[in-house]
């Protein structure tokens, strides 16, 4: 895990099964942190999961190279603007999560998957591997789709970027889980179409780091070394980063939800960016959320 260097250690955990062709029915540390020891392998009834998950309901790491934004990056991930106008107006993937539709989550089928600006280009703009260093599958969440190509977030900066894909590149599964993190109300709320599964008060991003608004997704899910520790019993890798953090303890500013150990900041501005919540709702959420899930933080 690379949103914080002391996460490197930490165990790969996978979430709950997505159903494929169906539907599924901050940092932490305010200060540096001392290397863990390394910490030993999730087992499956802690993770919630089935073995097959890890294929289905895949995570990713992207690399600090890659996360890092260069200035070209930033100017070709502009294409996200170009791309929308290329689809068409029409319902996001969040509108359809809201609707109670549902989103589709795509999990990279072989060894990487070829990245367009647009569809149909003549030449890649990036290709992507999986598995990751953790040998878990890369995941995206499905914007839209449009014939053979599917328009996916990608977990790179700027935050909010996209690219194309070819639909038969990917293994496709569907959710109608969203999370939502109100930071001017410090509460988030998970909810399965209309319905609220579970509520809960958070910890947010400092004025000089904030915990940035936007669409993102579930990454990766990680059991940091200690439970007790200031990632808590889990922690959620999201796909955007700090706007203000380039490189945060070793990673890249990765954003995360996660739990804490330092539940009397819960309700505050406390992190560096990432949503703090209690190590209740963490491992709730670990047990009954999905890679890929959406996640809306309100601006």
């Given at each position: 895990?690379?949103?914080n260097g002391y996460l490197a250690?930490?165990?790969?955990?996978?979430?709950?099964?997505?159903?494929?062709?169906?539907?599924?029915?901050?940092?932490?540390?305010?200060?540096?942190?001392?290397?863990?020891?390394?910490?030993?392998?999730?087992?499956?009834?802690?993770?919630?999961?089935?073995?097959?998950?890890?294929?289905?309901?895949?995570?990713?790491?992207?690399?600090?190279?890659?996360?890092?934004?260069?200035?070209?990056?930033?100017?070709?991930?502009?294409?996200?603007?170009?791309?929308?106008?290329?689809?068409?107006?029409?319902?996001?993937?969040?509108?359809?999560?809201?609707?109670?539709?549902?989103?589709?989550?795509?999990?990279?089928?072989?060894?990487?998957?070829?990245?367009?600006?647009?569809?149909?280009?003549?030449?890649?703009?990036?290709?992507?591997?999986?598995?990751?260093?953790?040998?878990?599958?890369?995941?995206?969440?499905?914007?839209?789709?449009?014939?053979?190509?599917?328009?996916?977030?990608?977990?790179?900066?700027?935050?909010?970027?996209?690219?194309?894909?070819?639909?038969?590149?990917?293994?496709?599964?569907?959710?109608?889980?969203?999370?939502?993190?109100?930071?001017?109300?410090?509460?988030?709320?998970?909810?399965?179409?209309?319905?609220?599964?579970?509520?809960?008060?958070?910890?947010?991003?400092?004025?000089?780091?904030?915990?940035?608004p936007g669409r993102y997704f579930?990454?990766?899910?990680?059991?940091?070394?200690?439970?007790?520790?200031?990632?808590?019993?889990?922690?959620?890798?999201?796909?955007?980063?700090?706007?203000?953090?380039?490189?945060?303890?070793?990673?890249?500013?990765?954003?995360?939800?996660?739990?804490?150990?330092?539940?009397?900041?819960?309700?505050?501005?406390?992190?560096?960016?990432?949503?703090?919540?209690?190590?209740?709702?963490?491992?709730?959420?670990?047990?009954?959320?999905?890679?890929?899930?959406?996640?809306?933080?309100?601006?």
């Amino acid at each position: 895990m690379k949103f914080n260097g002391y996460l490197a250690t930490a165990a790969l955990v996978t979430a709950a099964t997505l159903t494929t062709a169906a539907t599924l029915t901050g940092c932490a540390a305010s200060g540096a942190q001392p290397a863990p020891p390394r910490a030993a392998a999730t087992g499956q009834a802690e993770a919630g999961a089935a073995a097959t998950d890890q294929a289905e309901a895949g995570v990713t790491d992207i690399g600090q190279a890659e996360a890092g934004g260069s200035a070209t990056d930033q100017a070709e991930a502009g294409a996200a603007t170009t791309d929308q106008a290329e689809a068409g107006a029409g319902a996001s993937a969040t509108d359809h999560a809201e609707s109670g539709a549902g989103v589709e989550v795509a999990t990279v089928r072989g060894p990487w998957i070829t990245v367009y600006k647009r569809k149909a280009a003549s030449s890649p703009w990036r290709r992507l591997t999986s598995p990751n260093d953790y040998g878990a599958a890369r995941v995206f969440l499905v914007e839209r789709r449009d014939g053979e190509w599917l328009r996916v977030l990608l977990p790179i900066r700027p935050n909010g970027s996209t690219g194309w894909i070819k639909a038969g590149d990917v293994t496709l599964a569907r959710t109608t889980h969203r999370v939502e993190v109100d930071p001017a109300r410090f509460r988030f709320t998970v909810y399965d179409g209309a319905r609220v599964l579970r509520t809960g008060k958070v910890a947010t991003g400092r004025d000089g780091t904030p915990t940035p608004p936007g669409r993102y997704f579930f990454t990766e899910l990680v059991r940091p070394p200690d439970p007790r520790g200031p990632y808590g019993a889990y922690a959620f890798g999201l796909s955007g980063f700090s706007p203000t953090l380039k490189s945060f303890a070793g990673g890249p500013g990765q954003l995360a939800i996660h739990g804490t150990d330092d539940t009397a900041a819960i309700g505050t501005q406390a992190s560096h960016g990432c949503v703090r919540v209690t190590n209740a709702d963490i491992t709730w959420m670990a047990k009954n959320l999905a890679i890929g899930t959406p996640v809306v933080v309100k601006g």
